[in-house]
């Protein structure tokens, strides 16, 4: 009797052991797991923050290449020529290589635009022009943009002016004695504003109208 309960004791006491081991390893199972986790969680959210520093280096360092481009001195000429001419460097003439422009009725002569500052800028598009008669009295002008009959307009187009560097445009009239306005002077406004250069100009005219293409870099005549 006492050989079968020291047996059954001996039974118990290697169940107890069993079990108490399988609860070891299960506790140690889900000790990893939640540590796995972590770990993950901790990872996720360093690589997460290192990406975020990362895109913030870039973009800092994207900034930063931009504006060394902007200012290198090789790109200072472009950077400066990006400004539009103002109208206080510009001085506007008539340009006489113009008037041999003269066939069937139709005159004309160049309008010539020089860049009279220290900078570069860029002009683009068609001049401002009126007629002013005797005692530079005001006549009622009319301004037509595109072909003339001596030459293709070039559409306006930015030019670029260096300092003392000039640009052209044709500008042409009929003289069929059809409402004759008898000019003395043309006011040449390089860009359209009010600001603007007042010149000789004892033309007889046809309505009081006027042909002239935008600025060109050379003198716009058809060859």
């Known amino acids: 009797m006492s050989h ?16 108490a081991a399988a609860s070891a390893v299960a506790l140690t199972a889900c000790g990893s797991n939640d540590s796995s986790s972590d770990a993950k969680g901790n990872s996720s959210s360093t690589v997460s923050s290192a990406t975020k520093a990362s895109g913030s280096d870039a973009s800092i360092h994207s900034q930063a290449g931009k504006q060394a481009t902007t200012l290198s001195g090789s790109e200072a000429d472009t950077l400066r020529a990006t400004a539009e001419c103002q109208p206080g ?22 309008l010539r635009v020089t860049n ?6 860029v002009i683009s598009g068609y001049a401002g022009v009126a007629l002013e008669g005797a005692g530079h009295t005001a006549i009622k002008t009319t301004a037509r943009h595109g072909n003339t009959y001596f030459a293709t307009d070039p559409g306006a187009h930015p030019i670029t002016l260096g300092p003392g560097k000039s640009a052209w445009a044709d ?50 005549i058809n060859a």
């Open 171 to 220: 500008l042409v009239w009929t003289t069929t004695g059809v409402e004759t306005a008898h000019a003395k002077y043309l006011q040449i406004s390089p860009t359209g504003s009010n600001s603007h250069s007042t010149v000789p100009f004892a033309e007889d005219l046809d309505n009081g109208t006027l042909s002239l293409t935008a600025w060109s870099s050379k003198p716009p």
């Open 116 to 121: 009279t500052g220290d900078e570069t800028c």
């Open 89 to 110: 460097t510009l001085k506007a003439t008539l340009d006489s290589a113009g008037t041999s422009q003269a066939e069937m009725n139709h005159r004309g002569t160049f």
């Open 4 to 19: 079968r309960i020291l047996n059954r004791r001996i039974r118990n006491a290697g169940v107890a052991a069993v079990i």
